[in-house]
């Protein structure tokens, strides 16, 4: 079945910063890959997605690229501030459901 | 209704007894998964709903778990003879189309077995 794995599981950044998250998957019938965000005591939050005939989305200082032929994907955050502070998954569908990697927790420090 | 509703958010039960987690979805939304996270990890699958039929139950851990969606709509999660192991919280998801856009989750029911 599909396995998604995520790197890194913690990460550390000065406030104004970028932040990189990088997922690779391993069934290459995926075709839709969302991010989630989930802050302490939270429901995970869909933030941005993309679908496998686009290599990249953006949204404001968010974005996200896909590389098919390696299987992998990646979340971008720029200038980032202390409310991105969060746990994020990225997920990959396969059969109808998504597959989560273990997540990343992203600190902003001021 | 606006969101995806869970209830109870919060249930703690003894070793060995039955407990229903409910989960009414987006009005509109046909397809609707259940998942189980533990602390520090991803939301694990354990099964989806498109309709009322269940689609893929692959990721029920065990006969223990039982979940069942009669009318298409609200879904409830079934969990016989708890065990510590089962202390987790229980996320519910509904989506307009299984697979190809986001789900949107509710906030979860944190189980306690003790």
């Known amino acids: 079945g599909e396995n998604v794995e995520q790197h890194p599981s913690t990460l550390s950044v000065q406030e104004g910063d970028s932040a990189v998250i990088k997922c690779t998957y391993s069934?290459?019938?995926?075709?839709?890959f969302p991010w989630y965000k989930q802050e302490l005591g939270k429901r995970p939050q869909l933030i941005i997605d993309?679908?496998?005939?686009?290599g990249e989305k953006k949204d404001q200082r968010i974005a996200v690229t896909l590389n098919k032929t390696a299987k992998h994907f990646s979340l971008h955050i720029t200038e980032t501030q202390p409310e991105d502070s969060a746990v994020y998954f990225c997920a990959a569908s396969i059969e109808g459901k998504l597959i989560f990697g273990q997540g990343t927790e992203l600190s902003v420090k001021p | 209704g606006a969101g995806v509703s869970q209830t109870p958010s919060n249930k703690v039960t003894e070793k060995g007894k039955y407990v229903e987690l409910r989960c009414d979805p987006i009005s509109g939304h046909t397809a609707l998964y259940w998942y189980r996270q533990s602390l520090g990890q991803g939301p694990e699958f354990l099964i989806y709903?498109?309709?009322?039929?269940?689609?893929?139950d692959s990721g029920l851990p065990n006969d223990r778990f039982f979940a069942v969606r009669p009318e298409g709509s609200v879904s409830t999660l079934k969990i016989q003879r708890t065990e510590r192991g089962d202390s987790a919280v229980y996320l519910c998801?509904?989506?307009?189309?299984?697979?190809?856009?986001?789900?949107?989750f509710g906030s979860g029911t944190r189980l306690t077995v003790v």
């Open positions: 069934d290459s019938a995926s075709n839709y």
């Open positions: 709903f498109q309709g009322t039929g269940a689609a893929d």
């Open positions: 993309i679908r496998s005939n686009v």
């Open positions: 998801a509904s989506s307009l189309k299984s697979g190809v856009y986001g789900y949107t």
